[in-house]
């Protein structure tokens, strides 16, 4: 794993480590595109490097180092056994101090704490070659297990933690692993930076990196390092470490099988549909295609995937609440598109001040949650296992959907990835779609359509709430600020609502004779839901800038059209629901007001893929190779066939379409093109006509 030039290169990285997070990823200054940004598909270094600034300005409110929390629980996957347990373990890493508090663990039984180094390019399985070092052992005092220990700080300097695993006392990580917690992406981005020990926590699996053969984060050096990068030689496609991990997170979000059922993160979030699917999109697939691995392996006929509603409706099954009794235990949900992952998508709502932690540990958060998890994916915010992070996501979505059989075991029904195919999975994931939310209020008096003014002005007026009328206050941005995720009560926080979509009467997939769809009790899976099902009943407020395109509507794709979505409001199920809708005073909007507010959305929509379009076509105008200079056209084209359709489903913008569809043209062209210069002539046109159809919506 070690280099000469490493030894060099940490001297000289030393002395800028504290600048280092800060340079590595601070972007580039000119507008000029970057070569080698293509090749990274809808991925987008920029995007990563604004996810992670936030995620650094956050880290450093809380204390950086001095304080960096780890969320430890039960491990779907991973652990073994099945606990409730849950807790926390904060690291000083500076001073070398280390505290672990878990509730829920048996007191008649002993129990370790484990800190583990794996060996790279293993699997996050444990092995006999990871460097596994026990720190302690837990306490109770009262309810509460804790263990303080203070290893010192050069410890730190050496040992790249991985894992913190909690385990029956006397036994190794190997043999138990009762509770687990992870490092994410971002902690090892700005820890290497910080310690200048970069070689150490080379994680990436050699074979994976040819020819370089260097870890991550010894290949993330080099970006701001020349005489390095140099040594690695010209990777095709992705020049610095950082994108040519982007572009393996690709590769492996879309080619990746695991060794299980030859399903990939592809066949449900596809890269040519906004990273999701739908019945129509669906109805297009061959039957030998993986979505259909219940038609055609035996060991998944049963209680895998319910077929039927798959087809009619793009309804994907869920063990949300675990894999005991598949037969009843599992909820139908839509897939989520994965773009806009921004951070205050992410981040749960903080926890009611001076709360008493849940018999299980978990910490009540102000919106009716619990922390962990710590982090809100899926349509519950509960979709990721052990502590809730988008990293964990990946390995529940492997146990999930990936099996041979319903075992569910590694190895045998699936591999397990290694650390570093988790940082570059969480790399591309992290650098899809929007950078950053919109202001509707500064956007409003540019939009060029009466309509579309008017849905801001609803979207954003808050009624009786704010000391105003009732007429025509649409109060969408209470909880939707700015058509992201995050929320006005609770900003750059994502909050969970009981909207009661699950009390909607006549919801297509229940009037399917014969098909059980049991009711959906959204986050959690400990009780029974007001609304129906496990769980508290709530769900996580969607970002809706991307919604327009990527419908039906809800977590279980209930409603099919952007204007049925918003009319939702209205509902009696809406107004009576246990969460906000009685508490806000209601929400009732004429018909025309509910165009308005769809014909908002479905123009951010049509906003956000001219923008994406428009960073493919620049990218085609440097791509290296006609293939590459196609995919990217494929996807350029895509974008603009949804904004036309987007418009045309609205009756908006005519003349805009009409420019779409002369760039869409253009873009295709460009793709089929063997010669360079022409494609970047093909491509300019692209981008003036993109530019004229954005013009006549919103004035720049
Ligand atoms: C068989 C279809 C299928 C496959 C394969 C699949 N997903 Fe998903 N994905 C879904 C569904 C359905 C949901 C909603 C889950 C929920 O609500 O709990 C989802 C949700 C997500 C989310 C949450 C998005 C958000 O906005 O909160 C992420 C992230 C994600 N998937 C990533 C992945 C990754 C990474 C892989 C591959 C390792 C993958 N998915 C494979 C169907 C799939
Ligand atoms: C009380 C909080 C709250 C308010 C107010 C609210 N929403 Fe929502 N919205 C949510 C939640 C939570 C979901 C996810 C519900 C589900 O899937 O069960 C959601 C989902 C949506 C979706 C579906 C997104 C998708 O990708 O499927 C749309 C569209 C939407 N809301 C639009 C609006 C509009 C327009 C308004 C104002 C008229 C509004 N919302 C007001 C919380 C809210």
Same mark, same amino acid.
């Given at each position: 794993m070690k280099i000469k030039a490493l030894k060099l290169l940490t001297l000289v990285c030393l002395l800028i480590a504290c600048?280092?997070?800060?340079?590595?990823? $601070?972007?580039?200054? &000119? $507008?000029? #595109?970057? #070569?080698?940004l293509a090749g990274i598909g809808l991925g &987008?270094?920029?995007?990563?490097?604004?996810?992670?600034?936030?995620w650094e300005a956050e880290y450093l409110k809380k204390g950086g180092d001095q304080n960096m929390v780890l969320a430890m629980g039960w491990f779907k996957g991973l652990s073994t056994g099945n606990s409730?347990?849950?807790?926390?373990?904060?690291?000083?890493?500076?001073?070398?101090?280390?505290?672990?508090?878990?509730?829920?663990?048996?007191?008649?039984?002993?129990?370790?704490?484990?800190?583990?180094?794996?060996?790279?390019?293993?699997?996050?399985?444990?092995?006999?070659?990871? %460097? @596994?070092?026990?720190l302690g052992s837990l306490k109770h005092e009262g309810k509460v297990a804790t263990l303080i220990a203070s290893p010192g700080k050069d410890v730190f300097k050496t040992f790249d933690m991985d894992l913190v695993i909690v385990t029956k006392a006397g036994k190794n990580p190997i043999e138990d692993r009762t509770l687990i917690g992870t490092t994410s992406l971002f902690h090892r981005?700005?820890?290497?930076?910080?310690?200048?020990?970069?070689?150490?926590?080379?994680?990436?699996?050699?074979?994976?990196?040819? #020819?370089?053969?260097?870890?991550?984060?010894?290949? @993330?050096?080099?970006?701001? $390092?020349?005489?390095?990068?140099?040594?690695?030689?010209?990777?095709?496609?992705?020049?610095?470490?950082?994108?040519?991990?982007?572009?393996?997170?690709?590769?492996?979000?879309? +080619?990746?099988?695991?060794?299980? +059922?030859?399903?990939?993160?592809?066949?449900c979030h596809r890269e040519n549909g906004n990273l999701t699917i739908d019945a129509e999109f669906i109805d297009d697939l061959p039957p030998n295609d993986p979505l259909f691995v219940a038609e055609f392996v035996p060991a998944l006929a049963n209680n895998f995937e319910n077929p039927v509603l798959m087809r009619k409706f793009g309804l994907i099954l869920e063990n949300a609440d675990g894999f005991d009794n598949?037969?009843? %235990?599992?909820? @139908?949900?839509?897939?989520?598109?994965?773009?806009?992952?921004?951070? +205050?998508?992410?981040?749960?709502?903080?926890?009611?001040?001076?709360?008493?932690? %849940?018999?299980?540990?978990?910490?009540?958060?102000?919106?009716?949650?619990?922390?962990?998890p710590n982090e809100r994916t899926g349509w519950g915010g509960d979709g990721a296992p052990g502590t809730g992070t988008l990293r964990e996501f990946i390995i529940g979505a492997i146990v999930q959907h990936y099996p041979k059989t319903l075992n569910r075991q590694a190895p045998g029904d699936f591999r397990m990835p290694t650390t570093g195919e988790l940082d570059d999975l969480e790399a591309f994931q992290k650098s899809l779609g929007r950078r950053a939310d919109l202001n509707l209020a500064a956007m409003q008096p540019k939009f060029k359509n009466e309509v579309v003014k008017k849905g801001v002005e609803i979207f954003n007026n808050g009624g009786s709430v704010l000391g105003g009328s009732d007429a025509g206050a649409g109060k969408c941005f209470f909880c939707h600020l700015n058509a992201g995720g995050s929320d006005f009560f609770f900003p750059g926080?994502?909050?969970?609502?009981?909207? +009661?979509?699950?009390?909607?009467?006549?919801?297509?997939?229940?009037?399917?004779?014969?098909?059980l769809n049991p009711q959906d009790g959204g986050f959690g899976r400990n009780g029974i839901s007001p609304t129906g099902g496990f769980g508290n009943g709530s769900f996580n407020t969607p970002v809706l800038v991307e919604a327009a395109d990527t419908g039906p509507f809800f977590h279980n794709n209930s409603i099919e059209t952007i204007e049925g979505a918003v009319d939702f409001y209205n509902s009696t199920a809406f107004n009576t629901s246990p969460g906000f809708g009685a508490l806000i005073g209601g929400i009732k909007l004429e018909a025309t007001e509910v165009v308005a507010v769809a014909a908002l959305l479905r123009v951010i929509n049509v906003l956000e893929n001219e923008r994406s379009a428009r960073d493919l076509i620049d990218r085609i105008k440097i791509a290296t190779s006609q293939a590459q200079a196609k995919e990217l056209a494929d996807l350029a084209v895509a974008e603009i066939d949804d904004a036309i359709e987007v418009l045309e489903g609205g009756g908006l913008h005519r003349p805009a379409q009409k420019d779409f569809a002369k760039a869409r043209g253009n873009a295709q062209k460009a793709g089929s093109l063997a010669n360079a210069s022409q494609r970047i002539t093909e491509a300019n046109k692209a981008l003036a006509n993109l530019t004229t159809a954005k013009d006549d919506i919103i004035d720049p």
């Open positions: 600048a280092l997070p800060v340079l590595f990823l $601070s972007g580039r200054a &000119s $507008s000029e #595109p970057d #070569p080698s &987008s270094l920029e995007t990563f490097n604004t996810n992670y600034k936030a409730y347990a849950s807790g926390l373990a904060k690291f000083n890493l500076v001073e070398g101090n280390v505290s672990v508090a878990i509730n829920g663990l048996s007191k008649d039984e002993g129990w370790d704490v484990w800190l583990v180094d794996s060996a790279a390019g293993r699997s996050i399985s444990l092995e006999s070659d990871d %460097n @596994m070092w026990r981005v700005y820890r290497s930076g910080q310690r200048g020990q970069f070689g150490v926590l080379a994680d990436a699996d050699p074979a994976r990196t040819e #020819p370089d053969k260097r870890g991550f984060f010894q290949r @993330m050096i080099d970006t701001i $390092s020349p005489t390095a990068s140099a040594q690695i030689g010209p990777v095709p496609n992705a020049t610095t470490p950082l994108q040519q991990s982007i572009a393996r997170g690709r590769l492996s979000f879309f +080619n990746e099988t695991f060794n299980g +059922n030859g399903r990939t993160c592809g066949t598949p037969a009843s %235990n599992f909820v @139908m949900r839509g897939v989520p598109h994965t773009l806009a992952l921004l951070q +205050n998508t992410l981040t749960p709502v903080g926890p009611v001040p001076g709360a008493t932690p %849940n018999p299980d540990g978990s910490i009540p958060s102000q919106d009716g949650t619990t922390t962990p926080q994502n909050a969970n609502f009981n909207t +009661n979509v699950e009390g909607l009467p006549a919801q297509p997939a229940d009037l399917v004779p014969g098909q």
